[in-house]
């Protein structure tokens, strides 16, 4: 579950806090360096060092012994810190997420939830890619797209009427199907179909439409035209009885289906011999 309220001003919070800490980051980085050399140099301060090393590097200058040994001196221990700090990171987020974990399981009969939590943008980021489905749009209308792979998994969208499910989900990302990709759309109203059909249409793709509701603007498909032979017509009565019967016994017994199987494959041979004829009488 994903808050919506407050989470613009909660993203921007967090990236002024990353920026200020990346740079605090690079301070100390600095006055590190500036350590170093002025032990390897013999300058006097760490600032003195440092911008001795700066303005050198400025003007070209050739390295020194010095200098050379406190640049081994940093990248080494700055890349020993750094795999340390990841070690120590990896082990206290997993700590922390089976904590979180057996905190949750422990309150599920206290929290309205049980052992949901509201998600973080941090939860939702792992779900996001570039070539996926449109979820939504940040500022100036830039989308927000899953990745391809959780695009493949289940997405439900739920909202109340009128909330803009259908503009801001199926409408866009119907629109921005790649070329070579099909689609089978539930579109019970039409409106779907009303508003992507045309443009699709216009741009080339071929659509199909398959209403009960107006069968005059409906696709429309008959097995019987597949048919070949009378052993063919009678394994699609014997198909078409079988979808119909449930073996729980809610559509009744099966002998309802073997009574019926004789009469319904006479009325799909009487109805190809009935269109044979009319071909051929025309």
């Known amino acids: 579950m994903y808050e919506h309220s407050g989470g613009e001003q ?109 998600g973080v943008v941090r939860d939702l980021r792992k779900l996001l890619g570039c070539d996926g489905l449109v979820v939504g749009y940040q500022r100036f209308y830039r989308p927000v797209r899953l990745s391809l792979r959780a695009s493949c998994e289940h997405v439900a969208v739920i909202g109340p009427t009128g909330c803009g499910k259908t503009t801001s989900y199926f409408v866009p990302n119907l629109l921005l199907l790649p070329e070579g990709t099909s689609a089978v759309v539930t579109d019970p109203k039409g409106e779907i179909e009303s508003i992507v059909g045309p443009v699709l249409r216009e741009r080339g793709w071929e659509t199909v439409v398959f209403s009960l509701a107006n069968s005059s603007q409906s696709s429309v498909y008959n097995p019987l035209s597949l048919a070949r032979d009378e052993t063919e017509i009678s394994e699609i009565a014997d198909i078409t009885l079988l979808n119909g019967y449930s073996s729980s016994g809610m559509s009744g017994d099966m002998q309802w289906v073997n009574f019926s199987q004789p009469l319904w494959e006479a009325a799909l041979l009487m109805e190809v011999g009935l269109k044979s004829t009319v071909s051929m009488a025309t």
Request: charged share 15%.
């Open 10 to 118: 909660h993203l921007d919070f967090k990236q002024y806090l990353v920026l200020l800490l990346l740079l605090l980051l690079i301070v100390l980085l600095l006055f590190y360096l500036g350590y170093l050399l002025s032990i390897f140099v013999g300058v006097g301060s760490s600032m003195e060092a440092l911008s001795l090393f700066i303005v050198n590097r400025v003007k070209c200058e050739p390295w020194s012994s010095g200098e050379l040994s406190a640049l081994c001196w940093f990248i080494v221990t700055v890349l020993l810190f750094g795999l340390l700090l990841f070690v120590v990171s990896k082990f206290l987020s997993s700590w922390f997420g089976s904590w979180r974990a057996d905190r949750l399981v422990e309150r599920r009969f206290s929290s309205e939830y049980g052992t949901a939590s509201w």
